[in-house]
């Protein structure tokens, strides 16, 4: 009995939330009924039309200075510096950068004047002898005529006077021999002064008291004319010019490589010290072209889309971008005639769910 007592009170509980909960739920439905249904309000956004004209994109880079006139110089003489110039100093064009010890260059020259010289008096006593016996000689020939004088001493003589003679021309080969290395000592004592071959900011790659070894760089001049820019670029920009100081400048390629970057020169009409960096603007696009802004293009699923305004709705369309630079891009797909969308990339994201458009200045 107590049983069947806890049945009949569970349904009645049932019975009860049932009830409750359906007049709950009436008098919701009631009270909805009676708020009033949200406004959809249209979104205003920027638009803009686009015309095929001259357009300029580019990209920030830096570029490295250099010079066709940089020079890096070696002394030809072997021997300790005696003076060199230190580094950061601004020389001129023939001002004197580096003194070589030429000692050992003088002795040698003073030694090769005093062999001359005895080689000399040599040959001035072996022409005096010549001289004496091609006398004698002429004598012996006009007492042989009349035979006053033997063929045997005749011939001594022509023997004797061809022996001096060879003696002279040994002598002066000698001496030709000695003014040829004397000229070749004079000319090594000329390299012990070395003189800047250009005007430029000095780097010393050697020090006062080091031996000077021949091929062996002792300072570099970075020079102040003749320069140009050095540009590095990824193998994937398309760049044909450069920006420099608002001109523009043509952009060689060098065919070289540097830490996977290709090697590009620029030569620019302005003196500037090698070796120092500046900013110039790398030009991607130059030419006629529909450019729109980058708010313009809304990226989604690796494709390029700009939406547009048609009867108060935004409309998606796939466009193919051809350059991007810091002023915008350049794009291939769109007409004169379209009202192009710009925002930010989350509102024409959400342009996409169908929200109607008004269009502002």
């Known amino acids: 009995m107590k049983r069947f007592l806890s049945y009949i009170i569970i349904l009645v509980i049932i019975a009860a939330a049932v009830m409750g909960g359906k007049k709950l739920i009436k008098e919701k439905r009631a009270k909805e009924a009676k708020t009033p249904l949200p406004i959809a309000y249209e979104m205003n956004v920027k638009v803009m039309k686009v015309k095929n004209e001259k357009a300029t994109l580019t990209l920030p880079y830096l570029a490295l200075t250099k010079s066709n006139d940089d020079v890096k110089i070696s002394s030809r003489v072997s021997a300790r510096i005696k003076q060199i110039v230190k580094s950061g100093v601004l020389v001129t064009k023939g001002e004197d950068i580096v003194r070589i010890d030429n000692k050992e260059l003088i002795t040698q020259l003073e030694s090769l004047n005093l062999n ?86 000095v780097t010393r790659l050697a020090n ?66 090698s070796n120092q960096t500046v900013n110039i603007d790398v030009v991607i696009f130059s030419g006629k072209g529909f450019k729109l802004p980058h708010d313009a293009i809304l990226n989604r699923n690796g494709k390029s889309d700009i939406l547009t305004l048609v009867n108060n709705k935004a409309i998606p369309k796939e466009v193919k971008i ?8 350049i794009v291939k797909g769109v007409n004169a005639k379209e009202k192009i969308i710009v925002a930010k990339q989350d509102i024409l994201l959400k342009l996409l769910s169908g929200i109607k458009v008004r269009a502002i200045n």
């Open 322 to 329: 051809v350059a991007n630079g810091e002023q915008g891009v």
């Open 116 to 201: 001359i010289h005895s080689i000399n008096s040599q040959l001035v006593a072996k022409r005096v002898a010549l001289k004496n016996l091609e006398a004698t000689h002429k004598r012996t020939e006009k007492l042989l005529k009349v035979k006053g004088a033997s063929k045997e001493e005749f011939d001594r003589e022509v023997t004797g006077i061809e022996a001096v003679k060879s003696a002279i021309d040994t002598l002066r080969y000698k001496i030709k021999e000695l003014n040829a290395n004397k000229a070749s000592i004079k000319n090594m004592l000329s390299y012990t002064t070395i003189k800047a071959p250009v005007s430029g900011v």
């Open 208 to 273: 006062v008291g080091d031996i000077a070894m021949m091929g062996k760089p002792l300072i570099s001049i970075s020079a102040k004319s003749n320069s140009y820019l050095l540009v590095r670029l990824p193998a994937q920009t398309k760049a044909e010019a450069i920006i420099y100081n608002s001109k523009t400048y043509k952009l060689s390629p060098l065919n070289t490589t540097y830490n996977g970057l290709l090697e590009y020169l620029a030569n620019i009409d302005e003196s500037l010290a």
